[in-house]
């Protein structure tokens, strides 16, 4: 069975703590930061020197690149810098190399999987070094930066260009298409982390694993993928003149599930340190941004309705809308001033819709009730249509094992058949 030594005081000095972190888009958790491993000593005599040295190259690589990137995840440059600085693809291409030749040290039943400890400094969890003597740990570990580095690389896609005049900041269409992808991936990545590594860990590891590696904040991270994948799709239906109102209402109404989900998995943990609790903050006020804008969407179809009835619905729903555009300012003021602090860029896409057609919209209608009485409005408010989801993660499978472990030299670490 693999061990576990936990230290909150050692990794003072390794866990990055940046007390601003720029525009924000995507919420990206503090990337998980591998610490140095020296394989010689638990692997010498049981591998040959050659795979030794490629383990140790490739895993030293990752603890660099992580180590330089981890402060720079918000940041818009992403060239190499006069020191040697990485780049998010960089990294990512790090890892995926790193992958296939790790799994030989848990395919097969490699007598080898706990001869090392894995330590890596974690961002959410008071407790900020984890070492696990399991090579699943590394792994799963592994697995998760892959997807919030592909975060990390939607949020760059997604802050918006000022445009040519100077004035209006945009995303292009191809960079928001390209987004939805990268969400898709990412949500791979964390989907089959939770459906096929975490269950290889023995139960009592399981329940000693960092909080940024539970299954909550898994699943979590997975459906705000998913989320907002939707969103942006959402934003381009907004832009286009071709979808109708109810292919909008939908696409909202999905996008209140995805965060309605993200936020059940997530909301009873206890996240800390700064990074988790504005984890939990982005999830509650995109959740509630997304109800704001599913009410108006759905108001705006009741109206289309001649029953008096229907009129009566159509108007609670947008004073709903409303009240979580409210709400939704509030929750987003408290996520950005939560350290590390952040800020909205520019609004665009369905934020900008939002913000502009609510209170134009229900500033024109006539309400028979209370207009001020919070708790009448939402108990009048309408249910919003349940849809099926539609945008589902990636199917990824890990890699081939890399042939080098076939070498006659490490056929003895595999029990025969």
């Given at each position: 069975?693999?061990?576990?030594?936990?230290?909150?005081?050692?990794?003072?000095?390794?866990?990055?703590?940046?007390?601003?972190?720029?525009?924000?888009?995507?919420?990206?958790?503090?990337?998980?930061?591998?610490?140095?491993?020296?394989?010689?000593?638990?692997?010498?005599?049981?591998?040959?020197?050659?795979?030794?040295?490629?383990?140790s190259?490739?895993r030293?690589?990752?603890?660099?690149?992580a180590?330089?990137?981890?402060?720079?995840?918000?940041?818009?440059?992403?060239?190499?810098?006069?020191h040697?600085?990485?780049?998010?693809?960089?990294?990512?291409?790090?890892?995926?190399?790193?992958?296939?030749?790790?799994?030989?040290?848990?395919?097969?039943?490699?007598?080898?999987?706990h001869?090392?400890?894995?330590?890596?400094?974690?961002?959410?969890?008071?407790?900020?070094?984890?070492?696990?003597?399991?090579?699943?740990?590394?792994?799963?570990?592994?697995?998760?930066l892959?997807?919030?580095?592909?975060?990390?690389?939607?949020?760059?896609?997604?802050?918006?260009?000022?445009?040519?005049?100077?004035?209006?900041?945009?995303?292009?269409?191809?960079?928001?298409?390209?987004?939805i992808?990268?969400?898709?991936?990412?949500?791979?990545?964390?989907?089959?982390?939770?459906?096929?590594?975490?269950?290889?860990?023995?139960?009592?590891?399981?329940?000693?694993?960092?909080?940024?590696?539970t299954?909550?904040?898994?699943?979590?991270?997975?459906?705000?993928?998913?989320?907002?994948?939707?969103?942006?799709?959402?934003?381009?239906?907004?832009?286009?003149?071709?979808?109708?109102?109810?292919?909008?209402?939908?696409?909202?109404?999905?996008?209140?599930?995805?965060?309605h989900?993200a936020?059940?998995?997530?909301?009873?943990?206890?996240?800390?340190?700064?990074?988790?609790?504005?984890?939990?903050?982005?999830i509650?006020?995109?959740?509630?941004?997304?109800k704001?804008?599913?009410?108006?969407?759905?108001?705006?179809?009741?109206?289309?309705?001649?029953?008096?009835?229907?009129?009566?619905?159509?108007?609670?729903?947008?004073?709903?809308?409303?009240?979580?555009?409210?709400?939704?300012?509030?929750?987003c003021?408290s996520?950005?001033?939560?350290?590390?602090?952040?800020?909205?860029?520019?609004l665009?896409?369905?934020?900008?819709?939002?913000?502009?057609?609510?209170?134009?919209?229900?500033?024109?209608?006539?309400?028979?009730?209370?207009?001020?009485?919070?708790?009448m409005?939402?108990?009048?408010?309408?249910?919003?249509?349940?849809?099926?989801?539609?945008?589902?993660?990636?199917?990824?499978?890990?890699?081939?094992?890399?042939?080098?472990?076939?070498?006659?030299?490490?056929?003895?670490?595999?029990?025969?058949?």
């Open positions: 069975m693999g061990c576990l030594l936990s230290t909150p005081d050692v990794a003072g000095e390794t866990r990055r703590r940046p007390k601003n972190i720029g525009e924000i888009v995507v919420f990206v958790p503090g990337l998980r930061i591998p610490m140095p491993l020296d394989f010689a000593q638990p692997l010498g005599d049981g591998l040959s020197k050659s795979l030794v040295e490629r383990l190259a490739l030293t690589r990752i603890v660099v690149m180590g330089q990137e981890a402060p720079m995840t918000t940041k818009r440059r992403r060239t190499a810098t006069q040697g600085g990485s780049t998010l693809a960089d990294l990512q291409q790090g890892l995926e190399d790193y992958l296939p030749v790790l799994l030989g040290l848990v395919e097969n039943g490699n007598q080898l999987k001869n090392l400890q894995f330590c890596w400094v974690n961002q959410e969890d008071e407790v900020e070094e984890t070492t696990m003597s399991d090579s699943w740990y590394e792994v799963l570990s592994v697995l998760q892959m997807a919030i580095l592909s975060l990390s690389q939607a949020n760059l896609l997604l802050l918006p260009n000022t445009s040519a005049d100077g004035y209006q900041s945009k995303v292009s269409e191809e960079c928001k298409r390209a987004s992808d990268i969400f898709l991936k990412a949500a791979g990545y964390l989907d089959f982390a939770v459906q096929q590594v975490l269950p290889q860990l023995p139960s009592e590891l399981r329940k000693d694993l960092p909080l940024d590696l299954e909550g904040v898994l699943k979590a991270l997975c459906l705000q993928a998913l989320g907002q994948g939707v969103e942006i799709q959402l934003g381009m239906a907004i832009d286009s003149v071709k979808a109708t109102l109810a292919v909008k209402r939908r696409l909202a109404c999905e996008m209140v599930k995805y965060w989900q936020q059940e998995h997530i909301m009873d943990l206890p996240l800390a340190n700064g990074w988790g609790e504005k984890h939990k903050l982005f509650r006020w995109k959740h509630v941004e997304a704001a804008v599913a009410y108006y969407l759905h108001g705006l179809i009741l109206e289309e309705g001649n029953a008096e009835k229907s009129a009566e619905n159509a108007a609670a729903a947008l004073h709903a809308a409303e009240e979580y555009l409210k709400e939704s300012k509030k929750a003021d996520f950005h001033m939560t350290p590390p602090a952040s800020r909205n860029p520019p665009w896409g369905a934020s900008k819709y939002l913000s502009e057609r609510i209170p134009k919209d229900v500033s024109s209608k006539t309400f028979n009730w209370d207009s001020e009485n919070h708790e409005i939402m108990q009048l408010a309408p249910a919003l249509p349940d849809f099926v989801l539609s945008l589902k993660p990636d199917d990824y499978q890990l890699p081939s094992m890399d042939p080098s472990w076939n070498d006659l030299q490490v056929q003895n670490l595999f029990p025969t058949k």
